[in-house]
T-cell receptor, first 115, second 113 residues
Framework: DAGVIQSPRHEVTEMGQEVTLRCKPI?????LFWYRQTMMRGLELLIY????????DSGMPEDRFSAKMPNASFSTLKIQPSEPRDSAVYFC?????????????FGSGTRLTVV | DQQVKQNSPSLSVQEGRISILNCDYT??????FLWYKKYPAEGPTFLIS?????DKNEDGRFTVFLNKSAKHLSLHIVPSQPGDSAVYFC????????????FGKGTHLIIQP
């Protein structure tokens, strides 16, 4: 199993540009989570999906952030327009009921730098 | 409001000794508590969990203790090995149909030879 795959690994963009982060969950996993890691706030849950349906997006910081899951094997997190304070590592994770409570598999993350 | 707190940003322990990582929480509704381990440039990986109705769970060198009255849990690693050097995150799982772990900010454990 290739695990949770995120792309790109690194992204450097200019303020005001649109940024799209991508995630491929583990095949058969029906829950998908987007997290953001910063020094100040640690790991924050942004949004999660069950069976491709967004369940809780209360962690999405602003309307500039949006996430989609068009099918069971793909999800995107988009920031438009991007700002320097969005610089962080963004993680995607997936799970299945068989994973046990809270048993997520994380991807390696996308390090986003907005200059 | 931080629901899960790890008050020690870093901890240094000698190889072979016991490492004790601490975590406090404020949300009494957490159903499970988990510890994740993270190496640089990698995502967090699940290490061990404990149900809120238990007070101890052991898996090899790793033991998690839960004190519900104090809203405190700890992870013990015995004996500590160089490969244990990583950032450890404590997390609470809500259960009850909700999902989404709430993480602490992490503790960087350094095992010294």
């Amino acid at each position: 199993d290739a695990g949770v795959i995120q792309s790109p690994r690194h992204e450097v963009t200019e303020m005001g540009q649109e940024v799209t982060l991508r995630c491929k969950p583990i095949s058969g996993h029906n829950s998908l989570f987007w997290y953001r890691q910063t020094m100040m706030r640690g790991l924050e849950l942004l949004i999660y999906f069950n069976n491709n349906v967004p369940i809780d997006d209360s962690g999405m910081p602003e309307d500039r952030f949006s996430a989609k899951m068009p099918n069971a094997s793909f999800s995107t997190l988009k920031i438009q327009p991007s700002e320097p304070r969005d610089s962080a590592v963004y993680f995607c994770a997936s799970s299945t009921p068989e994973s046990g409570p809270g048993g997520y598999t994380f991807g390696s993350g996308t390090r986003l730098t907005v200059v | 409001d931080q629901q899960v707190k790890q008050n020690s940003p870093s901890l240094s322990v000698q190889e072979g000794r016991i490492s004790i990582l601490n975590c406090d929480y404020t949300n009494s509704m957490f159903d499970y508590f988990l510890w994740y381990k993270k190496y640089p440039a990698e995502g967090p990986t699940f290490l061990i969990s404990i149900s809120s109705i238990k007070d101890k769970n052991e898996d090899g060198r790793f033991t998690v203790f839960l004190n519900k009255s104090a809203k405190h849990l700890s992870l013990h690693i015995v004996p500590s090995q160089p490969g244990d050097s990583a950032v450890y995150f404590c997390a609470g799982y809500p259960g009850g149909g909700a999902d989404g772990l709430t993480f602490g900010k992490g503790t960087h454990l350094i095992i010294q030879p």
